[in-house]
Structure formats: structure tokens, C-alpha cells
């Protein structure tokens, strides 16, 4: 996915979860994506906030943020919860302040992002702009009761910035004898049959049933994003 792509679903959500580190202890509060460009997302902070100081203390930020909505709308024919098709979007990154000087040099350039942060530096002097220049993350669809489509879960994983990725999903090894023992129990359609057995991470949901099905011990765990 690119930038642009990225950033287009964050405006669908609209305001996202940032989460950073004081120390060993994560801090969550929301806030708003305002733009993009090649280099990465930008968003604001003030220099008076615990946000600001733990930014410039390590860069550490993830983003987390869901659409249309995380509520139930009642239950399935099986007795748990309903939700409509949607997705959740979450980032793992460094951020970087950006200068005064680069905003001032971008929007006189014309840059819509960096306009808009002078216009609102006028009003808060104490705003300052952060670009979350590296990362990586991942947009997890769903559809659970698969009305859209044949299969629940459909995930793309991504990084920019030199960041790298682990494909998503749990992984079947050579140790695999073809039994089937998790095509048969997975619900989610990401087991394909063969000599071995693959595990399509794209559907996959991580759920751990595969791995206890399997009477060879031949499935991995997924691996951190």
C-alpha cells in the first residue's frame, strides 16, 4: 500500500488512537491524522503535553483505529456477536518533528498540509507538527458473517520509510503429513490442501486452532508484524 492509500482509510475512521511510551508504561489517547506526502503522516502536539515530551524522549508511536464501527449489532446464528463488514487499521512507527522553517518553506510552496498548521500555529503558538516518517502496520478486513464475500478476513500488511514487514498468519512446516486436521477446523478458509499444507496469512486469523489440531506439531505461531 502506499502512503496516499494509507492515509485515505485513516480520513475514513477519522481520529485514531496514538499510543506512546513514558518509560516502560504505554499511554493512549486520540488524536488526528492532518496529512501525507511521500515522506510520511504528519499530525499535531504541543510542547506542553506528556504527548510531546514522550515523542521527543524515543520517537516510539503505534496508531490504532477501526471502521465502521467496534459495536455489535446483536448475534449470529451461532450466538456470538455480530459485526458489520469493516476493518481496523494499526501503525507501528518513529515520529520526527518537523521544523518551523520546513512548514514555513512547504506552504509557501502551496502545501494544503503545512498552510494549515501555519494558519493554526497563529492560533495555538504552542502547536507542533510530527511526521511519522517509519513504520509498518497492517489493515485488517472483515467479514465475519461473509456477506461480501466467500471468506472473512482479508489482511495487507505494509511499511514505508525502510521499514520491513512479517507476512501476516500462522506458518505450516515441512514436519506436515497432510492429515487436514486444520482444514477442517478452520472457519476462516486460509488452510490450502498439498504436500504440505499451506496457511494463506492473508485470511488467516491468527486464532491458534490450527496449531492445536495439528497432531504433528508442524504449525508456527505468526510472527509480531
Known amino acids: ?121 497563529a492560533r495555538y503558538p504552542d502547536i507542533r507538527l510530527f511526521r511519522l516518517h517509519r513504520g509498518k502496520g497492517e489493515i485488517y478486513d472483515y467479514d465475519f458473517e461473509m456477506e461480501r464475500r466467500d471468506h472473512k478476513l482479508l489482511r495487507t500488511r505494509f511499511s514505508f520509510g525502510g521499514e520491513t514487514h512479517e507476512e501476516p498468519g500462522c506458518r505450516i512446516t515441512d514436519a506436515c503429513v497432510a492429515c487436514g486436521a486444520c482444514a477442517e477446523i478452520c472457519t476462516f478458509k486460509a488452510v490450502v490442501p498439498g504436500e504440505p499444507y499451506r496457511i494463506d496469512g492473508a485470511r488467516c486469523d491468527e486464532c491458534g486452532s490450527c496449531i492445536l489440531a495439528c497432531p504433528e506439531g508442524a504449525i508456527e505461531p505468526p510472527r509480531t508484524i
Request: charged residues 25%; negative net charge.
Open 1 to 121: 500500500m502506499t502512503l496516499k492509500e494509507i492515509h485515505e482509510r485513516i480520513r475514513e475512521i477519522g481520529c485514531l488512537t496514538f499510543t506512546t511510551l513514558d518509560g516502560g508504561t504505554p499511554h493512549s489517547r486520540i488524536a488526528h491524522v492532518c496529512g501525507c506526502d511521500e515522506r510520511g503522516l504528519y499530525f499535531l502536539n504541543m510542547s506542553v503535553k506528556p504527548f510531546y515530551r514522550q515523542l521527543k524522549a524515543n520517537g516510539k508511536v503505534a496508531l490504532c483505529g477501526i471502521f465502521p464501527s467496534g459495536r455489535p449489532t446483536g448475534k449470529n446464528p451461532v450466538g456470538q456477536p455480530a459485526f458489520e463488514p469493516g476493518y481496523t487499521l494499526r501503525i507501528t512507527g518513529e515520529a520526527e518533528e518537523v521544523p518551523l522553517a520546513e512548514i514555513e518553506a512547504g506552504a509557501a510552496a502551496g502545501d494544503a498540509t503545512f498552510r494549515y498548521v501555519l494558519e493554526d500555529h
